[in-house]
């Protein structure tokens, strides 16, 4: 894979050039954000190593750039700002992942790795599920063929779910990991407050008439959240059909009650002295 290094610390970029060499990487090590963006338009990377304290123009103007120009271009971030908030801002204006300076080649190598696992993962760029549309190479969202604008961390959280397709529910660690790259038990109510953005965007469940009257996102107490399955003719066939079968039970007990009360047996014979009482005991 192609590695665009965007490093101004001529020894480390040396070093990372050195190392993704060794690992098989054709890399390419610039010093100033604008070479930076000029290589990407040039090269065209599947993936960018971003520091964020570049001279000439800063690593995060740098990602939001690489973001609305190169969207098919991996960006992991490197910085020293250890804050959560910084991480979390990373994430939300489009990198792929975080790693804090100082850091072990090993982890890096490790955390590349699962992005080149995950872009030959999604071979194919589209995901659908009733009338909701993503295409990952483009950025883009459509909804019954609206275009749905939505934030990096928007549309990572959506993604996380379409890849499950409506057939099994993403836990809350589950997003913290693969959407802010947070460990387990991380205490913050980010997936909720993100959830809610997606639900005010994406409003109605597909394949209901009224808009906002069923979430496209479903709470599944004790598991996470999952896409709402689209409602069809085929559940409301399958609910018809339990329905005219529980009339039909019904309607046969409620018959046979009223034979055994008469003590009249199966096949309209009378039933022998005593049997109708007791009959009509078990029913009751």
């Known amino acids: 894979m192609h590695v665009l290094v965007a490093e101004d610390d001529s020894a480390l970029g040396h070093f990372l050039d050195k190392e993704l060499g060794l690992d098989g990487h054709e890399v390419t090590v610039v010093t100033n954000g604008e070479a930076a963006l000029e290589a990407a338009a040039k090269l065209h990377?599947?993936?960018?190593i971003l520091d964020l304290g570049l001279p000439r123009k800063d690593g995060l103007e740098v990602l939001v750039e690489m973001r609305e120009r190169f969207r098919s271009t991996s960006?992991?971030?490197?910085?020293g700002r250890a804050g959560m908030e910084e991480r979390v801002k990373c994430l939300e204006l489009g990198a792929d992942d975080v790693v804090l300076k100082p850091f072990s080649f090993h982890e890096l190598r490790a955390r590349l790795q699962a992005l080149s696992r995950r872009r030959s993962q999604f071979g194919d760029t589209v995901l659908r599920f009733g009338d909701l549309e993503m295409d990952r190479a483009e950025r883009r969202v459509t909804q019954a063929g609206r275009e749905v604008e939505l934030t990096a961390t928007e549309?990572?959280?959506?993604?996380?779910?379409?890849?499950?397709?409506?057939?099994?529910?993403?836990?809350?660690?589950?997003?913290?990991?693969e959407v802010w790259r947070m460990p387990a038990g991380t205490g913050t109510?980010?997936?909720?407050?993100?959830?809610?953005?997606?639900?005010?965007?994406?409003?109605?469940?597909?394949?209901?008439?009224?808009?906002?009257s069923q979430s496209v996102i479903r709470t599944m107490r004790g598991q996470g959240y999952i896409l709402g399955a689209?409602?069809?003719p085929r559940n409301e066939i399958r609910s018809e059909a339990?329905?005219?079968?529980?009339?039909?039970?019904?309607?046969?007990?409620?018959?046979?009650?009223?034979?055994?009360?008469?003590?009249?047996?199966?096949g309209g014979s009378p039933e022998p002295d005593g049997m109708s009482t007791r009959m009509s005991t078990n029913y009751v």
């Open 189 to 212: 109510n980010i997936v909720e407050v993100y959830i809610n953005y997606l639900r005010k965007k994406l409003g109605r469940m597909p394949g209901t008439k009224q808009a906002g």
């Open 75 to 79: 960006v992991l971030v490197l910085t």
């Open 155 to 177: 549309f990572s959280l959506l993604e996380s779910l379409l890849r499950r397709g409506g057939e099994r529910a993403c836990s809350r660690t589950e997003l913290l990991q």
């Open 45 to 48: 990377p599947e993936l960018m």
């Open 230 to 232: 689209p409602s069809g």
């Open 242 to 266: 339990r329905d005219e079968v529980g009339s039909e039970i019904r309607s046969q007990i409620r018959s046979e009650t009223r034979d055994t009360e008469r003590g009249i047996g199966p």
